[in-house]
C-alpha cells in the first residue's frame, strides 16, 4: 500500500511544503518478494481503470517502513513493479525509489512537471509531462527511449492497450502511439481540453472524456468515433 504525506515548514521566514513517499506494511504480514510482483503497472489497476488490485488484503494497521523526501508536492500515482517505486513530482523529477529501502535508485528530469502517473510494461516506464512529452523510459535504469510531443501540457494518464498507447492531452486531442517506437498511430480530435485518462474495454473500444462536455468512444484500432454523450460539464475524471 501506499501513502502520501505533506507537511508545511516554516524557515527563514517562508514557507515550503515536503512532500514524502511513504510505503507501509502490514503487522503480521508478510511482504512479496520482487519475483512475486507484476511485470507491468496500469493507473488504475488495469485498462478499463476498475481501480482493482491483486494484493493482500489489509487486516491490520500499517506501520511505516520508510519515507523518501521529496520538496515539491507529488500529485501522481504510484508504481510499483519488481523492487522499485515509481513516481513524478511537481519538482520535474520522475523517481524509482528501492521499494525495500526507500534509496533513490534512478530519477529523470524534465523541463518541467509532472502530473501523469506512470505505466509500466515489459520494462518500459510510459509517463506524460507538462512540457507536452509522452516519454518512454528503461524502467531499471531510467534512461530515455523515445518521446512524442503534444501540442500542450499532459495531465492525461497513458494506457496500454491493443498494442498501442492512448494517452490525452491539453491540445485537446486522443492519441495512439506505437509504444516501441513512440510513432503517432492516431489521433482524434475533440473540442476541448482532454484531461482525463483513456480506459479500454475488453472489445479493445477505448472511452475518454472532454472537457467539451462530452464522453467519446472510439474504435482502438483506428481511432474511428463510434460515439459521444453530452454530459453537460467538463470532464476532468478518469
Given at each position: 500500500?501506499?501513502h502520501?504525506?505533506?507537511?508545511?515548514?516554516?524557515?527563514?521566514?517562508?514557507?515550503?511544503?515536503?512532500?514524502?513517499?511513504?510505503?507501509?506494511?502490514?503487522?503480521?504480514?508478510?511482504?512479496?518478494?520482487?519475483?512475486?510482483?507484476?511485470?507491468?503497472?496500469?493507473?488504475?489497476?488495469?485498462?478499463?481503470?476498475?481501480?482493482?488490485?491483486?494484493?493482500?488484503?489489509?487486516?491490520?494497521?500499517?506501520?511505516?517502513?520508510?519515507?523518501?523526501?521529496?520538496?515539491?508536492?507529488?500529485?501522481?500515482?504510484?508504481?510499483?513493479?519488481?523492487?522499485?517505486?515509481?513516481?513524478?513530482?511537481?519538482?520535474?523529477?520522475?523517481?524509482?525509489?528501492?521499494?525495500e529501502?526507500?534509496?533513490?535508485?534512478?530519477?529523470?528530469?524534465?523541463?518541467?512537471?509532472?502530473?501523469?502517473?506512470?505505466?509500466?510494461?515489459?520494462?518500459?516506464?510510459?509517463?506524460?509531462?507538462?512540457?507536452?512529452?509522452?516519454?518512454?523510459?528503461?524502467?531499471?535504469?531510467?534512461?530515455?527511449?523515445?518521446?512524442?510531443?503534444?501540442?500542450?501540457?499532459?495531465?492525461?494518464?497513458?494506457?496500454?492497450?491493443?498494442?498501442?498507447?492512448?494517452i490525452?492531452?491539453?491540445?485537446?486531442?486522443?492519441?495512439?502511439?506505437?509504444?516501441?517506437?513512440?510513432?503517432?498511430?492516431?489521433?482524434?480530435?475533440?473540442?476541448?481540453?482532454?484531461?482525463?485518462?483513456?480506459?479500454?474495454?475488453?472489445?479493445?473500444?477505448?472511452?475518454?472524456?472532454?472537457?467539451?462536455?462530452?464522453v467519446?468512444?472510439?474504435?482502438?484500432?483506428?481511432?474511428?468515433?463510434?460515439?459521444?454523450?453530452?454530459?453537460?460539464?467538463?470532464?476532468?475524471?478518469?
Open positions: 500500500m501506499t502520501l504525506t505533506s507537511v508545511m515548514l516554516d524557515k527563514g521566514g517562508l514557507r515550503a511544503a515536503l512532500l514524502t513517499f511513504c510505503l507501509f506494511f502490514l503487522i503480521n504480514f508478510t511482504p512479496t518478494t520482487a519475483q512475486d510482483q507484476p511485470n507491468e503497472w496500469v493507473y488504475r489497476g488495469d485498462i478499463a481503470h476498475t481501480g482493482q488490485y491483486d494484493s493482500p488484503p489489509m487486516l491490520t494497521a500499517p506501520t511505516q517502513l520508510w519515507q523518501f523526501p521529496i520538496e515539491r508536492p507529488v500529485r501522481t500515482s504510484l508504481a510499483v513493479v519488481g523492487d522499485l517505486v515509481y513516481g513524478g513530482s511537481e519538482n520535474g523529477n520522475l523517481y524509482a525509489v528501492d521499494r529501502t526507500g534509496k533513490e535508485v534512478w530519477r529523470f528530469t524534465d523541463k518541467v512537471s509532472f502530473v501523469s502517473s506512470p505505466s509500466v510494461l515489459n520494462g518500459v516506464l510510459y509517463v506524460g509531462a507538462l512540457d507536452g512529452n509522452v516519454y518512454a523510459l528503461d524502467a531499471l535504469t531510467g534512461k530515455e527511449i523515445w518521446h512524442y510531443t503534444t501540442g500542450n501540457q499532459i495531465y492525461s494518464s497513458p494506457t496500454i492497450a491493443n498494442d498501442m498507447l492512448y490525452g492531452s491539453l491540445d485537446n486531442n486522443l492519441y495512439a502511439l506505437d509504444p516501441v517506437t513512440g510513432k503517432e498511430i492516431w489521433h482524434a480530435a475533440t473540442a476541448g481540453q482532454v484531461w482525463s485518462s483513456p480506459a479500454v474495454d475488453a472489445n479493445g473500444t477505448v472511452y475518454i472524456g472532454s472537457h467539451d462536455h462530452f467519446y468512444a472510439y474504435n482502438g484500432k483506428t481511432g474511428e468515433q463510434i460515439w459521444k454523450f453530452d454530459t453537460g460539464g467538463e470532464i476532468n475524471a478518469s
